[in-house]
């Protein structure tokens, strides 16, 4: 018998990627748009727990949210919490233009994955993944989403929107904050 586990996200590519990494698991992951207010806050953990607080008050099934930010050394950790945000507003093409002149060795990043899973009357449980790289030069690939264009992950040569999903799950911060939700199930 399946279990069913709800993802809590407007994002269809975010979805895929947990729908692969569950798959072979006998756990069918849904996406769900409940939406939820998204805090301004300083850390990434603060915004996933009022997110999932929030969406216990209206969804009594296992769910599971996320939040994700990428942080940029060479911008002070830019855009950081507000990564939805400058996505929307500036885009990938926009964080390119605020590191032009800056050397490609200097152009260190992190994506990091904060996962709220909560169950009916139960405390949530938080897993966290992050994945260090380096923002490139120019956009390159056409799969992911958001940031993936310029982002490359440490010892790779290309960027996540030149890979698969199954080839970024390896690599991802989003991969590996999924990954440590599975074990936590593979240790129920």
Do not use: W
């Not at 949530?124 to 390159?140: D, Q, R, Y």
């Not at 992911?144 to 996540?160: A, C, L, Y």
């Amino acid at each position: 018998m399946s279990k069913t586990i709800y993802f809590i996200t407007s994002n269809k590519g975010k979805a895929l990627e947990a729908k692969t990494k569950f798959s072979a698991l006998g756990i069918n992951i849904v996406q769900k748009n409940l939406g939820y207010p998204e805090i301004q806050a300083d850390s990434l953990e603060d915004v996933a727990l009022f997110g999932v607080l929030n969406v216990q008050k209206r969804f009594n099934q296992p769910f599971f949210l996320e939040d994700a930010g990428l942080f940029i050394d060479g911008l002070n950790g830019f855009p950081g919490v507000y990564s939805a945000y400058v996505y929307r507003t500036i885009g990938y093409l926009g964080i390119l233009k605020l590191l032009e002149g800056i050397d490609f060795n200097k152009r260190k990043a992190r994506f990091k994955s904060v996962i709220a899973y909560s169950e009916d009357g139960k405390k949530p449980v938080f897993f966290i993944g992050e994945c260090h790289g380096k923002i490139s030069v120019k956009a390159l690939g056409e799969n992911g989403f958001g940031f993936d264009p310029i982002f490359i992950p440490e010892g790779e040569e290309k960027t996540f929107a030149q890979m698969e999903t199954k080839e970024k799950n390896r690599f991802s911060h989003r991969g590996k904050s999924l990954e440590k939700l599975i074990n936590f199930f593979d240790n129920l």
